[in-house]
């Protein structure tokens, strides 16, 4: 219903203004100003609102656009008709309306038009065009077949490739070039080979690629074959590096050795172990010369006691073997038969570089020791034997490189001659071992058959000294490694014996209760040294500790005989071979390895001077009571 | 040449050995002592295992190069030694 109202407010004046504003008009528009970067209140708005709007026909007749409609005289239409050409092309071209083409053909003369007759004839005057009165006719021309042409090519063949760009894949690339670039130059350099040596060469490459699959595997077979040895033999591995056996600190001062690995072969069987010695150079390799009715050389690494690195079958026993301090892949061994040889581990194959024979000056008996020397002024190899039948000889190994090697531009270098340099003491009566002194190159020991052990200079056929040292053959004579006085020698007269090469009667005799195999000094200690007997015990003496008993006394490897002892020159490990061809590594518990005790706060003096001094003083205590 | 051959006999008498596997540069096995199954699976896992290992080993240092991988697991041990064309696996159980 309607409002209803006071008379007051019916009254009431209210005031009605028009303005000229558009109340549709939006009043707050903002637009955003980039010269300012933001948003602008748009304040003048157009206020115009239109209500409505209608387009007409009419046209104003004095407009161009009502004259063209009209139409107008010739000059004009030109123009127009100009303008209109174009277009009427364009557009119209296939379907012209009769009325164009008629007053186009008027306009243009030389303008042919396909078949069309003009219906009507053309005005003079110019008809006013109506849009909406026209016809359009329409032709068509000839459409030719369209027929498509295409020939496609084999498409390119491509693969997929995907590489990694690495550090190393650069540096790989980077080392082949240079490879290829090395090649090259040396090519170059041997153009001048002879034909004969290419063939050879062809030979080799040959027979290379029939076996190249499996047998690259050499290096990483062993490397597993080792890993696998580590794991089963884990605990010892462990005991080895680790162990130091702690029960020690309540024997007083006796010592034990713990049984480590045990290094068997199948082919030495009936074998006894003649000769051990360390490698320097690797201290986990050995090599154990062995024989019986015959011989073998073998070559033992601690990472893998079940299988030897090295063998060597050879015809006569080995009875003596060293290896050379320097270059530890030549191996100077010494047989029954009288030969010596060398051996190089870095060869293939399983003879000797080397080997002498009756014509080079082979012994006549059996070699009991070579000794490698240092390389003489021309830094040639040689070494020493001693052998039953009286003579050391000196063994020089001359490299001769033939012609026919000189061509090939890989010479190896062939030991085909060597020297005997004057066979010394060819009066000396069977000497069955010997020892060359560890800092005086020239002077040695030689022990005899007859239990002497003469002090001999290598440039002079005089002995320096003879030693009355045992009732029977002096199996073993050592220089100590620190002390240059002393030395040490054993017999199967049951006694060990220490002596001071200036004195004529030994400073200390040990007597083992059974014939001794084979002595040897620490490398770590000057007056530690230890021994084996063919009761199957090893004995240990430290004469720093105690000067009557050994450390340790314990039986080994099931009681056989023990033939060798040797310490290793830097684990606390020794190896000891049987009669059996076995050879057992152990440990030496703390208490046989020990230095000597410093007062608190004192530093502990290192050195060999120290080693040096403390075989010095026990020897002057056993030589006080004598100088009195 | 039968170095090699009696290298890998005496491995595969070794104590504790399951088996073993060589593999050449693509991942394919080229001798087995293992049935085809499990070959081929230890084959492709361990293959990128040491692909993987090498770049690391070689990405740090270019003259560096991987020279053997142990995978310790509570039942055994798989052993890879890789070599330039080829690698062998070892699987021994070290308790046997």
Redesign the interface.
């Known amino acids: 219903g309607q409002l209803a109202l006071t008379e007051a407010e019916l009254k009431e004046e209210i005031t009605r203004t028009l303005t000229t504003n558009n109340p549709h008009a939006p009043q707050n528009i903002v637009r955003y100003s980039f010269k300012e970067c933001s948003y602008k209140p748009v304040l003048v708005m157009d206020q115009m609102a239109v209500h409505f709007e209608m387009e007409g026909n009419l046209v104003y007749r004095d407009l161009d656009e009502a004259r063209r409609l009209e139409g107008l005289p010739k000059g004009s239409y030109l123009n127009i008709f100009n303008c209109h050409i174009n277009t009427a092309f364009k557009v119209n071209m296939l379907f012209p309306t009769v009325k164009t083409k008629v007053t186009l053909a008027k306009a243009i003369p030389h303008v042919c038009f396909p078949q069309v007759t003009p219906a009507s004839k053309a005005d003079k005057e110019p008809k006013v065009r109506s849009q909406f009165n026209f016809s359009e006719m329409a032709s068509q021309t000839l459409n030719n077949p369209m027929t498509e042409i295409s020939c496609q090519t084999e498409p390119p063949q491509h693969c997929t490739f995907s590489a990694n760009a690495n550090q190393w894949e650069i540096y790989d690339a980077y080392v082949e070039e240079l490879q290829k670039q090395e090649k090259n130059k040396e090519k170059q350099k041997t153009i001048q080979l002879k034909e004969d040596g290419d063939k050879s060469k062809k030979k080799m490459m040959l027979t290379e690629t029939q076996n190249d699959d499996i047998n690259k595997l050499g290096k990483a077979a062993k490397i597993i074959e080792r890993m696998l040895h580590q794991n089963r033999f884990d605990d010892i591995a462990q005991d080895f590096k680790y162990f130091e056996d702690p029960s020690d600190e309540f024997r007083g001062q006796q010592g034990t050795i713990l049984p480590l690995w045990e290094f068997h072969y199948d082919k030495i069987k009936k074998l006894s172990v003649t000769a051990l010695c360390w490698n320097k150079k690797y201290p986990d390799l050995f090599s154990v010369g062995l024989g019986s009715w015959r011989g073998m050389l073998v070559f033992y690494s601690l990472k893998n006691s079940t299988f030897p690195e090295y063998i060597y079958p050879t015809s006569s026993s080995v009875l003596c073997l060293d290896i050379h301090e320097q270059r530890s892949y030549l191996v100077a061994v010494g047989f029954y038969d009288g030969c010596v040889a060398v051996y190089n581990l870095k060869r293939e194959g399983q003879e000797p570089v080397y080997k002498s024979t009756a014509k080079t000056g082979k012994h006549t008996d059996p070699v009991w020791q070579v000794c490698w020397q240092n390389d003489d002024i021309e830094n040639h190899h040689n070494f020493y034997s001693v052998s039953s039948d009286g003579r050391v000889v000196s063994w020089t190994l001359i490299k001769v490189i033939k012609d026919h090697i000189k061509r090939m531009y890989s010479c190896c270098n062939v030991y085909t001659s060597v020297v005997v340099l004057e066979a010394i003491f060819s009066y000396l009566s069977c000497g069955t071992s010997m020892d060359f002194h560890k800092q005086i190159d020239y002077l040695f020991l030689v022990g005899t058959e007859q239990g002497k052990i003469h002090k001999c200079k290598t440039y002079s056929r005089q002995y320096l000294e003879t030693y009355a040292a045992h009732d029977m053959p002096v199996d073993t004579v050592k220089w100590n490694y620190f002390h240059p006085n002393v030395f040490i020698s054993c017999s199967s007269d049951w006694t060990v014996k220490i002596w001071d090469h200036t004195i004529n009667t030994p400073i200390f005799t040990f007597d083992l209760k059974a014939a001794v195999g084979d002595v040897a000094w620490a490398p770590y200690s000057s007056t530690v040294f230890a021994a084996v007997t063919t009761d199957g015990t090893v004995h240990i003496f430290d004469l720093n500790i105690n000067k009557d008993e050994p450390l340790c006394q314990q039986a080994v490897m099931a009681k056989h005989r023990l033939t060798h002892i040797e310490f290793n020159p830097t684990h606390p490990i020794i190896i000891v071979g049987d009669i059996r061809g076995d050879v057992a590594s152990f440990k030496l518990s703390p208490n046989l390895r020990q230095k000597q005790k410093m007062k608190k706060g004192q530093v502990q003096p290192k050195g060999p001077e120290v080693e040096v001094a403390k075989m010095e003083k026990l020897l002057r205590l056993m030589r006080g009571p004598d100088l009195e | 040449?039968a170095?090699?051959?009696e290298?890998?006999k005496?491995?595969q008498g070794?104590?504790?050995?399951q088996g073993i596997i060589?593999v050449n540069s693509e991942g394919i096995p080229?001798?087995t002592t293992l049935d085809n199954a499990s070959t081929m699976q230890y084959a492709g896992l361990l293959h990128q295992l040491v692909m993987k290992a090498r770049?690391t080993v070689?990405?740090?240092d270019?003259?560096n190069d991987l020279?053997?991988m142990?995978v310790r697991s509570k039942k055994n041990?798989i052993?890879i030694?890789?070599?330039?064309?080829?690698?062998?696996i070892?699987i021994?159980n070290?308790s046997d």
């Open positions: 040449m170095e090699v051959e290298t890998l005496r491995i070794q104590k504790g050995v060589i080229i001798k770049s070689r990405d740090i270019p003259q020279t053997f142990r041990e052993m030694a890789p070599d330039k064309d080829y690698f062998l070892v021994q070290p």
